[in-house]
């Protein structure tokens, strides 16, 4: 297999899974992005066309490559990752519960705590993950 990969790449092709693990790894980049930058970059655009405009490619391309090789969506990565982003804003305790729900970008703080408590449950804030 290694012997084909490099023979493809002298012809300058390259095996289909590695350029779809790297369009995987910059949607998480994007969505790393997405999460750490501010609010008003989120409030003019939703998620699946942010990336299709950062990445240059159909949302539903995207999404299914994304799918395929992380085996969840897009939409559930992005919330997990939410989640540790507050669990860390939490620990910090510079910012209420409002503010993290506001900074993250949720629709309101109502929404955020339940999705917050829906993942979180029983589980302790482990800060390896």
């Known amino acids: 297999m290694q012997e084909l ?10 095996m289909l899974e590695e350029r779809q ?11 790393f992005y997405w999460i750490k930058n501010s609010v008003a970059e989120k409030e003019k655009l ?13 949302y539903s391309l995207l999404s299914m490559v994304f799918s395929e090789l992380e085996g969840t969506t897009i939409e559930k990565f992005l919330i997990h990752q ?4 507050a669990k ?3 620990l910090y305790d510079e910012l209420n519960f409002a503010e993290i729900s506001y900074e993250l970008g949720y629709s309101s703080p109502s929404h955020f705590s339940n ?15």
């Open 5 to 14: 990969k490099m023979a493809l790449l002298e012809l300058g092709f390259e």
């Open 21 to 31: 693990r790297q369009i995987v790894e910059q949607i998480k980049g994007w969505i």
């Open 46 to 58: 939703n998620l699946s066309t942010f990336l299709a405009l950062k990445l240059g490619r159909d």
């Open 82 to 85: 939410r989640i540790e982003r």
């Open 88 to 90: 860390m804003l939490i």
């Open 115 to 129: 999705q917050f408590k829906l993942h979180t449950a029983s589980r302790p804030i482990n800060l390896s993950e």
